[in-house]
């Protein structure tokens, strides 16, 4: 697991536009008392997906390529790439 803490006075306010239905999903779960605001939610979101990635990117997994299941692994920016891809 990566390591995301930092003092709470060293936060950074960030600015992003995000599609109204996806608001309403978040303030459900903040309605529902499992998060404190729409921040706490974004961030803990967002550290569950960093999380995803650096153990995908340790981690081979499969991805079907018509009828074959090839082993993938997720690049630096996300994306799949194939073992001859890798170099």
């Known amino acids: 697991m990566v ?4 003092p709470a006075g060293d936060a950074i306010n960030v600015n992003v536009r995000v599609p109204s239905g996806l608001i309403e999903s978040v303030d ?6 499992q998060f404190k605001s ?3 939610f974004i961030v803990a979101s967002m550290r569950f ?4 990635m650096a153990f ?3 981690h081979e ?4 390529e018509g009828d074959t299941l ?4 997720l690049s630096s920016h996300g994306n799949e790439e194939s ?4 170099s």
């Open 56 to 58: 995908m990117n340790r």
């Open 83 to 86: 073992p001859s891809e890798r």
């Open 28 to 33: 459900r779960y903040v309605e529902a008392a």
């Open 70 to 73: 090839r082993p993938s692994r």
């Open 38 to 40: 729409r921040s706490e």
């Open 61 to 64: 997994v499969y991805r079907f």
């Open 49 to 52: 997906y960093l999380d995803h």
């Open 3 to 6: 390591k995301y803490s930092r």
